[in-house]
C-alpha cells in the first residue's frame, strides 16, 4: 500500500484541477471517483453536455430564423433526437476522456469507486485503505427536489434526466428560472416544445441585476418561453403518460394546475457529502448542509480539506477549479487564494448573459455611491450582423475613483465579453483604463469599451 500526499475524494472540476495541480507540485496525488468517468457532473450531466445541446438547437433556431434573411434558401432541417444526443454523448466522451489522459500524463492515480474517510488520514475505496497526508472533500452537489414532488428521471427529472429525454416533449413545464431551467427551457423551446416557466420569486434569475433580468425575461418571452412568476409548486402529480402540476399564486392564494409530457425541476442544488463518514468522524458542517471550512479550506478535522459545491460560495465549476488551484498550493507550501470578488457566471442562452462583481441592487443596498455606463448592442455593428442587437452591457464603477466594481452583459458572447473586465477588476482598474484601451473593429467587445466611455464623457455610437 502506497502512501499518498494528497487523496482528493470527487473527479469534478474541484477534484480533477486540485489534483494535477497537486501533482505539478510535486505531491503524490491520487483521485476516487466512482463514476466510469472523470469530470464529474459538469462534463457528464451538467455544463458540457447541455452546452452541445444549446449549440444544436441554437444552429437550428438560427437555420429557421434567420437562414432566408441572409439568403440562405432551402428546406428548412428536421431533428433527428437520436443524432443530436449522441453529438452530445460524443462531446462528453472527448472531454471525459481528456482528463484521464490529463491524470496520466500528470501522473495522477485514479482509484476507482466510492470512496468514505473511516479516521483522519484514511481513505477506504472498495475494500481497500489508502493512507494520505491530506484528505480534499470534493464531492460537489446533487439536485434538490421540492416537497410533493418524486423524481423518476423520465417524465418528471432534473438536469440530468433532461440531458436524456426519450422524445422533445410536446409540453414541458419547468420548475424554477434558474439558470438550469432557463438553458434547458431554451433547448427544448428551439426544439419545438411549448416551454412553462414556474417561478416562486416575481422575478427571473434571482440575484441577477434586475435590469438585465427584465431584459432577458422579455426577449425569452418573444423565443416562445412562457413564465408564471411569483407562484410556489405545490406538489407534482404523475399521470398515465405526463404529469401535473399543482401551484399557487403568492399574490391571492389561489390555485392552479398544468399539464405537461414532462417536468424539469430545477430548484437549485445542494451539497453532495453522503456516505464519507463525516458525521462519524466528528466534521463540522453549516445548517445548510455544507462541509464547514476556513479561508484555507482547512475544515476542523488535521488534514481535511474541502473545496467546490460542497462548501459555501457559488455552485459554480470554475470556482470549484479556482478553489483546487488554491490549495494545491496551500498544499505545496505556497500561497493559494481566490478572488471571490471577481468570479464570473454566464447564462449560455441566446443571447448569453453573464456578470461579475456588485449588481447596481447591492451597491445600493451597500449605500455606495456609483455610477453606471451603459451601451446597446444595436449601437454594435457586429452584434447587428449577426441579428443580436438587443441586450447591452452595463458597467458599474465607483463615483469618486471610477473603479470598475461590476459588470452586467446581455448579448452576443457575452460569456466571453465578460472576462476583459473581470481582468481589469483583478488589477483594480478604472472604467476610465478599459476606454482607453483600444479595441479592434467590428468585435463585440467594442461595445464593453463604450460602456466603459459612458461612465466618463460618453460612448461615441450611442
Ligand atoms: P438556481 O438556484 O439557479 O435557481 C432555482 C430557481 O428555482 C430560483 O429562481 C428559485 O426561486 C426557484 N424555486 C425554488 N423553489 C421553487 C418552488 N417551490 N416553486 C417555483 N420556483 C422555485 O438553481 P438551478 O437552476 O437548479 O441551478 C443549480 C446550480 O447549478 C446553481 O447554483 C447554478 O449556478 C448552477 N448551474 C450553473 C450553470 C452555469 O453557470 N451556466 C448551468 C447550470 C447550473
Not at 74 to 98: E, F, H, S
Not at 112 to 124: E, F, L
Not at 353 to 361: D, L, M, R, Y
Request: one cysteine or more; aromatic letters at 6%; proline letters at 3%.
Amino acid at each position: 500500500m502506497v502512501e499518498f500526499d494528497v487523496i482528493i475524494i470527487g473527479g469534478g472540476p474541484g477534484g480533477y484541477v486540485c489534483a494535477i495541480r497537486c501533482a505539478q507540485l510535486g505531491l503524490k496525488t491520487a483521485v476516487v471517483e466512482g463514476r466510469d468517468t472523470l469530470g464529474g457532473t459538469c462534463l457528464n450531466v451538467g455544463c458540457i453536455p447541455s452546452k452541445a445541446l444549446l449549440n444544436a438547437t441554437h444552429n437550428l433556431h438560427e437555420a429557421h430564423e434567420n437562414f432566408e434573411k441572409m439568403g440562405i434558401m432551402g428546406a428548412a432541417p428536421t431533428v433527428d433526437w437520436a443524432r443530436m444526443l449522441g453529438y452530445k454523448d460524443d462531446v462528453i466522451g472527448q472531454n471525459t476522456k481528456g482528463i484521464e489522459f490529463l491524470f496520466k500524463k500528470n501522473k495522477v492515480t485514479w482509484l476507482k469507486g466510492w470512496g468514505s474517510i473511516p479516521a483522519a488520514g484514511q481513505v477506504k475505496v472498495g475494500e481497500e485503505t489508502h493512507t494520505a497526508k491530506n484528505i480534499v472533500i470534493a464531492t460537489g452537489s446533487e439536485s434538490s427536489s421540492l416537497p410533493g414532488v418524486t423524481i423518476d428521471e423520465e417524465v418528471i427529472v432534473t438536469s440530468t434526466g433532461a440531458l436524456t429525454l426519450k422524445s422533445i416533449p410536446k409540453k414541458l413545464v419547468v420548475i424554477g428560472a434558474g439558470v438550469i431551467g432557463l438553458e434547458m427551457g431554451s433547448v427544448y423551446a428551439r426544439l419545438g416544445a411549448e416551454v412553462t416557466v414556474i417561478e416562486y420569486l416575481d422575478a427571473i434569475t434571482p440575484g441577477m441585476d434586475a435590469e438585465v433580468a427584465k431584459t432577458f425575461q422579455r426577449i425569452l418571452t418573444k423565443q416562445g418561453l412562457k413564465f408564471i412568476l411569483g407562484a410556489a409548486v405545490q406538489g407534482v402529480d404523475k399521470g398515465k403518460t405526463g404529469a401535473t402540476v399543482r401551484y399557487k399564486l403568492r399574490k391571492d392564494d389561489s390555485a392552479a394546475t398544468l399539464d405537461a409530457d414532462t417536468v424539469l425541476v430545477a430548484t437549485g442544488r445542494r451539497p453532495y457529502t453522503t456516505g464519507l463518514g463525516l458525521e462519524a468522524l466528528g466534521v463540522e458542517m453549516l445548517p445548510r448542509g455544507q462541509v464547514k471550512t476556513d479561508s484555507h479550506f482547512a475544515t476542523n478535522i488535521a488534514g481535511l480539506y474541502a473545496i467546490g459545491d460542497a462548501i459555501t460560495g457559488p455552485m459554480l465549476a470554475h470556482k470549484a477549479e479556482d478553489e483546487g488551484m488554491a490549495l494545491a498550493e496551500i498544499l505545496a507550501g505556497k500561497a493559494g487564494h481566490v478572488n471571490y470578488d471577481v468570479i464570473p457566471g454566464v447564462i449560455y442562452t441566446t443571447p448569453e448573459v453573464a456578470n461579475v462583481g456588485k449588481t447596481e441592487e447591492q451597491l445600493k443596498e451597500e449605500g455606495r455611491a456609483y455610477k453606471v455606463g451603459k451601451f446597446s448592442f444595436m449601437g454594435n455593428g457586429r452584434a447587428k450582423a449577426v441579428f443580436q442587437g438587443e441586450g447591452f452591457v452595463k458597467i458599474l464603477a465607483d463615483k469618486a475613483t471610477d473603479r470598475i466594481l461590476g459588470a452586467h452583459i446581455i448579448g452576443p458572447m457575452a460569456g466571453d465579453l465578460i472576462h476583459e473586465i473581470c481582468v481589469a477588476m483583478e488589477f483594480g482598474a478604472s472604467a476610465q483604463d478599459l476606454a482607453l484601451t483600444c479595441h479592434a473593429h467590428p468585435t463585440y467587445s467594442e461595445a464593453v469599451r463604450e460602456a466603459a466611455l459612458a461612465c466618463g464623457d460618453g460612448a461615441i455610437h450611442a
